[in-house]
């Protein structure tokens, strides 16, 4: 006869992993009448009682609350009357400042500084539908996204986060070991970035010129948090090095599973006047592409520090 006694050390061994919730569950704060309420149980906070226009400064304490409820959180969430698009970079100064980064299909906005419109009757490439950071094609890429949702679907069109910290906390220390030997290659037309925004064949090879392959590793460390997160993604990761091809790709797969696990994301729900910014160091995101024929039209600044 054969039977295992099953204790409770036991059942955490045999059983996947599951986050340590003590590091994530917080409460809301406040100052000056400004206040952060955790949007999910890892990642994301909502803003209320913020007013961004032509007039006042916005008060110290609610800056410092903001800066450090993005690091936090990874993004934050501003509801609809914090900013109009005319003052939507002196919502991005209290974090950065605002660097244009457009394409063929998502041009300048024309309304305001250094801003680009996403309008979904027009950006015919589908990039933002696939998991990423923002430009980690690049050596140093920005550390912070913020957009502006200007008309939004009345349904759909929401925004997936996932927080790469919190996806590194599932992975098995022993595997975690051996990754972080690793380096992968990111290029910036791994899923056809350049080659679909642009047409042009002189556009297109300065482009890659510009931007040419890079090496990274696999686990990274937040530079101000000190959390390690898993720095690849689905649209700029080419392969791993030092490693055959199969290998490569399952251990992608082992990465991009534990991005998309539930406990680890967050659907962000979208309504006209919504503005929002995400730490591109934390969290990864991607567009959903179910409202259809409703307009969507956005404006998204790129954000330095500051």
């Known amino acids: 006869m054969y039977g295992i006694v099953v204790d409770n050390d036991r059942l955490d061994r045999i059983q996947p992993k599951i986050l340590d919730m003590t590091r994530y569950l917080a409460s809301a704060s406040e100052a000056d009448g400004v206040t952060v ?5 890892t ?3 909502r803003v209320s009682g ?19 409820a993005l690091l936090r959180y990874g993004f934050l969430s501003f509801e609809p009357g914090t900013v109009g698009v005319e003052h939507f970079e002196r919502l991005v100064s209290l974090f950065g400042k605002a660097k244009l980064m457009n394409t063929p299909y998502t041009p300048k906005t024309g309304k305001s500084g250094e801003l680009n419109t996403i309008d979904a009757s027009t950006k015919k490439t589908r990039m933002n539908y696939i998991w990423h950071m923002d430009q980690v094609f690049q050596p140093t890429s920005p ?10 679907p009345a349904l759909g069109g929401d925004t997936l986060f996932a927080n790469a910290t919190a996806a590194y906390d599932l992975l098995d220390p022993l595997l975690v070991s051996y990754l972080e030997t690793l380096t992968a290659v990111h290029d910036a037309d791994t899923m056809g970035y350049l080659t679909l925004a642009y047409h042009d064949l002189e556009a297109r090879a300065e482009q890659r010129r510009k931007y040419p392959p890079i090496e990274v590793p696999l686990i990274r460390t937040h530079p101000e948090t000190g959390r390690k997160q898993i720095f690849v993604n689905e649209l700029y990761t080419h392969r791993i090095l030092g490693v055959s091809r199969r290998t490569s790709t399952a251990l992608l797969d082992i990465l991009f599973d534990a991005l998309s696990s539930p406990e680890v994301q967050a659907r962000h ?12 160091r934390t969290v990864q995101h991607r567009g959903v592409p179910d409202f259809g024929a409703q307009k969507r039209v956005m404006h998204r600044a790129l954000v330095l520090a500051g």
């Open 143 to 152: 550390p912070y996204t913020a957009l502006l949702g200007e008309t939004m």
């Open 37 to 41: 309420t955790p949007y999910s149980p």
């Open 43 to 45: 990642v994301g906070a």
């Open 50 to 68: 913020l007013r961004i226009d032509g007039n006042g400064d916005v008060a110290p304490g609610v800056r410092k609350l903001l800066y450090g």
């Open 269 to 280: 729900r979208w309504e006209s006047g919504t503005a929002l910014i995400w730490d591109n």
